[in-house]
DNA sequence: GATCCGATCCTAGCACCGCTAGACAAGAGA
DNA sequence: TCTCTTGTCTAGCGGTGCTAGGATCGGATC
């Protein structure tokens, strides 16, 4: 049986290594020139050896935005545990989540931009997307405010970081004055 | 003259053609379903005929942004003239900026997600889109409140907006309480 | 009216894309 | 040592955006 194990750690690793190269292709020159050749050959495979790991190119997007959500929560978690008071963690928590996506824009694309075949905001949702959906929560439910359900602030207020975020990268919004606009969105949106 | 004059009114008519039949054909099936060679068909042209018009199809989705740029701007105008109060006003414009990104989600892209070569936010950006902005600070520049900028608020709120729109439309956020958001958005960034 | 010439358009093809069928080789088990 | 499974590669399909170069058509001129 040993024979087979030592396949299926070489068949893991290769994965990790596909994904790996994948995303590491994407951010350095976009999504777009991450194409199954480049990939193989990146990898030193020929391209039907992806076929055998993902059912195509999405599905390997999939697998860099499950691997970036954990990520992410884990930065989010980070920042909010190292700030006093609700005001400060509200504003920890924005200023990490604009950072992330700042860092990894190909992989914040992968996880809330890109078609990677994975469901959101439903039942069947992998666990990582619900988690980081989940480190958010944990910090902006607290400043909801009365009358207003905490998915729902959480919600909102998520999707203004992702549109200050997608404005800001797609060159819609001058990015020098990011910090205002954030401290707007705190200030208002979060009942201290 | 008149020859030259007749041909003139003809390329500007086929022009318009190439427009709007990309917008059809994008609304109805998606952008990665506008083609060079089925637009072509759909024009009854050649596919290199297009490229005497545009240089390439980048410059046809620039073409279509701006196109719905200008109707953008007209919605916004339209609804927030046909509302009484400030706070009626920003609400009439978050329903109309929604509403028109649902009702014509291809066109939305273009403008907002999609690189049709235009240049935003600077001196050089074309006139319909430093317009549609325009339309969105007449309304919401009355309601940034005290010690904020009017341009800064306009960025935030529209940021807000589209990141509802663009977060729904990825299946990222369940549609339908869109509405409960949307107030919470109003009722808080807005100074009345 | 015949001829010329320039504008206009199309055919054919380039390099690339995601994806797959089928040949082939390497290695495990008998 | 031989067989057979497993895994990998070569080659190719139909598609993409884009373009070079030939054909054709129509207005201007003699």
Redesign the pocket.
């Known amino acids: 049986m040993s ?1 087979q194990e030592r ?1 299926q750690r070489e068949r893991a690793e290769r994965e990790r290594l596909i994904v790996a190269t994948a995303r590491e292709l994407a951010e350095q020159q976009g999504w777009d020139a ?5 990939l193989a050959e990146s990898i030193e ?5 992806l ?2 790991h993902f059912r ?3 599905e390997i997007i999939g697998a860099v935005a499950l691997q970036g959500a954990t990520e992410l929560a884990v930065a989010v978690r980070a920042s909010t545990a190292a700030a006093d008071g609700p005001r400060e963690r509200v504003a920890a928590l924005a200023r990490a989540y604009l950072d992330f996506a700042e860092r990894n824009p190909a992989v914040y694309d992968a996880i809330f931009q890109l078609d990677g075949g994975l469901a959101y905001a439903q039942e069947d949702t992998p666990e990582p997307l619900k988690d980081a959906f989940a480190a958010l929560l944990e910090c902006l439910g607290e400043v909801a405010g009365d009358g207003v359900q905490p998915g729902l602030f959480t919600e909102t207020f998520w999707a203004c970081l992702h549109g200050l975020v997608t404005l800001t990268r797609a060159g819609r919004l001058p990015p020098h004055e990011t910090g205002p606009r954030v401290e707007l969105l705190v200030d208002r949106l979060a009942v201290l």
Do not use: E, H, L
Request: net charge positive; no cysteine; glycine share 6%.
């Open positions: 024979v396949k991450v194409t199954t050749r480049r495979y020929s391209q039907p050896v076929y055998s195509g190119k999405r």
